[in-house]
């Protein structure tokens, strides 16, 4: 088993691989209809296994298509780390749709809205009651 160090940098070392492939090497058509990023690579502790985690910007439809055109370059992606990356195994890739920045949208979005939403009255409000409060620790 490999030390947390190892796993990490392999996992660096992975993420930028895979970055350059969808960048340069990947020519399926479905890979480049939605804006695809590397976020995040887990790498299981004896590096058979990786799970690439990639942010998808585009229609849910793009989505959907980017995903199985990266469902299908996994042979060759998987290859082309063997190729790139000095390893005694070649980890198997599994590509897997990071939703955390749509997530995290939607909680500025909600935020924003409350924000939004509430009537400047009660800011006045809670501004003169703390006024009242600094009074009473002068006395």
């Known amino acids: 088993m490999a030390t947390n160090r190892r796993v990490s940098r392999v996992a660096e070392l992975i993420k930028r691989e895979v970055s350059q492939m969808l960048l ?15 976020t995040d690579v887990d790498v299981s502790g004896d590096l058979q296994h990786a799970k690439i985690y990639v942010s998808i910007y585009g229609t849910d439809e793009a989505k959907v298509e980017t995903m199985a055109g990266l469902k299908s370059a996994t042979g060759y992606v998987r290859s082309e780390l063997g190729a790139r990356v000095r390893l005694r195994r070649t980890p198997e ?16 979005a909600l935020l924003s809205q409350l924000n939004h939403d509430r009537p400047p009255e009660n800011l006045l409000a809670v501004e003169d009651n703390t006024d009242e409060d600094d009074e009473s620790f002068s006395e």
Do not use: A
């Open 24 to 38: 340069n090497g990947i020519k399926d058509d479905r890979v480049g209809t939605g804006m695809v990023s590397v």
């Open 93 to 108: 890739v599994i590509f897997l749709e990071d939703r955390s920045i749509e997530r995290g949208n939607k909680v500025l």
